[in-house]
């Protein structure tokens, strides 16, 4: 207790600087894209009426980010597509192979017959999850899923792909009757209920993963400052020389933990919208 009143007239300032300054401060990448397209981006802001408020920087660090990793997507898919080889495949197609292999196996398991129309989508979306929240690790870089918007809008994503494909396997009113129950008996009771549970579907997966990432950021961060006011100065030192290392860790597992989830839960939706009994 006494340690964390020793440093609580040091937190305002110190919390402005977490919140303000790293909020603030334009990325290279970032800064990048701006001079590139602020000319475009800046008037399309504006005929849709939301007009950034600098004109000449009007792409955020998070949507900078995002951009970046579907560069980096898309020049692995072309080195992949380069070394591609039957008789000596190289690392990076052995790893790709293992990560489809375990996305097609999970999709056989949770979804059953018909699920391989469903692994390009599930793999890129948990590939691009795992990059972005990897990428903060970079120095210079930020972890994009550490934003509320970039994860709802891989909600959005999730939740129109799979009500879709409850449409296409059954149509638009076979679909609305499929969200109706198994009985026409209880189809007023059971039809807000399904729609506000799929509603609730984007709140738990946006929600969950920006959570996980901007906590284990912010936590980082706070306990940088926590720790050097509040302890001696040996043991201050070497918190910080072994904390980083824990933390990546920690980072890493937890960024692997949540795309998996993000794979999981989306194949499970996608395994209701579409099977034959409700």
Not at 32 to 40: E, K, M, P, Y
Not at 56 to 71: C, G, K, S, T
């Amino acid at each position: 207790m006494a340690c964390f009143q020793a440093v609580i007239p040091l937190l305002p300032k110190e919390r402005d600087t977490i919140r303000w300054t790293d909020m603030e401060h334009q990325l290279w990448f970032t800064a990048i894209l701006n001079n590139l397209l602020h000319g475009v981006v800046t008037p399309l802001l504006v005929k849709i009426g939301r007009a950034p408020s600098d004109p000449a920087h009007p792409i955020p660090n998070y949507v900078a980010m995002e951009v970046l990793v579907i560069l980096l997507m898309m020049v692995g898919v072309v080195l992949l597509r380069m070394g591609l080889s039957v008789e000596s495949p190289g690392k990076f197609q052995q790893v790709m192979e293992v990560a489809v292999k375990f996305i097609q196996d999970m999709c056989e398991e949770i979804i059953g017959h018909g699920s391989s129309r469903y692994v390009a989508m599930l793999g890129t979306l948990g590939i691009f999850i795992v990059l972005c929240n990897l990428l903060g690790l970079l120095p210079t870089l930020q972890t994009p899923t550490g934003h509320i918007q970039v994860t709802l809008g891989c909600a959005v994503a999730v939740f129109l792909y799979y009500n879709f494909q409850g449409v296409r396997q059954h149509g638009v009113f076979g679909y609305l009757k499929h969200l109706c129950g198994p009985m026409l008996a209880i189809a007023i009771v059971m039809f807000p209920i399904e729609i506000i549970g799929n509603l609730g579907r984007l709140l738990s997966l946006s929600v969950r993963l920006y959570a996980n990432m901007m906590v284990g950021d912010l936590l980082e961060k706070v306990f940088g400052v926590l720790v050097p006011a509040a302890f001696p100065q040996f043991i201050a030192v070497t918190v910080a020389i072994l904390a980083p290392p824990v933390f990546m860790v920690l980072h890493i597992f937890v960024s692997f933990l949540q795309a998996y989830i993000f794979m999981l839960l989306p194949a499970v939706y996608i395994s209701l919208a579409v099977s034959e009994e409700h």
